[in-house]
C-alpha cells in the first residue's frame, strides 16, 4: 500500500528553521516524484519543492535558497529543510507522490499528483 505521512511542523519564530519529515512507504524512489506542498488560509495549495524520479530538483521562487528537499532511500523518507524561515512561509505543508518525471511546469499543477499525504502544520510567529 503506498502511503505518505508528514512529520515534523510546528511552531518557529522568524528566522527560524525546521524539518519536515515524509515517511514514504511502498514507493520507489526512481520512478516517482515528489514534491512538498503548502496551503496557508484562505490560499491555494501551492507548490514549494519537487524532487523528479531523475534525482533533479526544483523550488518556488519564493523558498529558493531558503528550502531544501532530499531523500534517504534507506528510510524511505523524503525531507524538506526550511531555514531562515519567515511569517509568510505558515501553512500546512503536504508531501504529494505521482509516477514519473513530469516536465517542469507540470511540477507544480495540484491535480497531477496521485497520492497526499494528511499535512502538517508549520507556524512561523514570534
Known amino acids: 500500500q503506498l502511503q505518505l505521512v508528514e512529520s515534523g511542523g510546528g511552531l518557529v519564530q522568524p528566522g527560524g528553521s525546521l524539518r519536515l519529515s515524509c515517511a514514504a512507504s511502498g514507493f520507489s524512489f526512481d520512478l516517482y516524484t515528489f514534491g512538498w506542498f503548502r496551503q496557508a488560509p484562505g490560499k491555494e495549495r501551492e507548490g514549494v519543492s519537487f524532487?523528479?524520479?531523475?534525482?533533479?530538483?526544483y523550488y518556488a521562487g519564493s523558498v529558493k535558497g531558503r528550502f531544501t528537499i532530499s531523500r534517504d532511500n534507506a528510510k524511505n523518507a523524503v525531507y524538506l529543510q526550511m531555514n531562515s524561515l519567515k511569517p509568510e512561509d505558515t501553512a500546512v505543508y503536504y508531501c504529494?507522490?505521482?509516477?514519473?518525471?513530469?516536465?517542469?511546469?507540470?511540477?507544480?499543477?495540484?491535480?497531477?499528483?496521485?497520492?497526499w499525504g494528511q499535512g502538517t502544520q508549520v507556524t512561523i510567529s514570534s
Open positions: 524532487r523528479r524520479s531523475d534525482g533533479t530538483t
Open positions: 504529494a507522490a505521482r509516477r514519473g518525471r513530469p516536465i517542469v511546469s507540470e511540477l507544480y499543477n495540484v491535480n497531477a499528483y496521485d497520492y
